[in-house]
């Protein structure tokens, strides 16, 4: 008679790889993403720790989709491999 309020249908996310609870929306990229996915109720959500794809339930509560690239910094900057050269 009592459904535990705190704990409804869906549980949460955690990353299969590292255990990480923080998954981000990810974008749907195929067609069956696109119409089979929410035929399945899931959706995909991208890990972010270790950044691995994996379908959940829409009823899990993820994150907001990252920005593309979450990188910081400048883009190249190669390290000269010997800084001995006399
Ligand atoms: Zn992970």
Do not use: H, W
């Not at 972010?48 to 979450?70: A, S």
């Not at 400048?74 to 050269?85: D, E, S």
Request: one cysteine or more; a positive charge.
């Amino acid at each position: 008679m009592s459904v535990s309020p705190d704990r409804p249908f869906s549980p949460p996310y955690q990353c299969r790889d590292c255990g990480s609870e923080v998954g981000f929306r990810s974008r749907r990229r195929t067609l069956t993403e696109r119409f089979l996915l929410p035929l399945l109720l899931l959706q995909p959500v991208r890990c972010g720790e270790c950044f691995r794809r994996d379908y959940r339930l829409i009823f899990t509560p993820v994150l907001k989709r990252l920005p593309e690239v979450p990188k910081v910094g400048p883009a190249r900057q190669p390290a000269p491999p010997n800084r001995n050269v006399a």
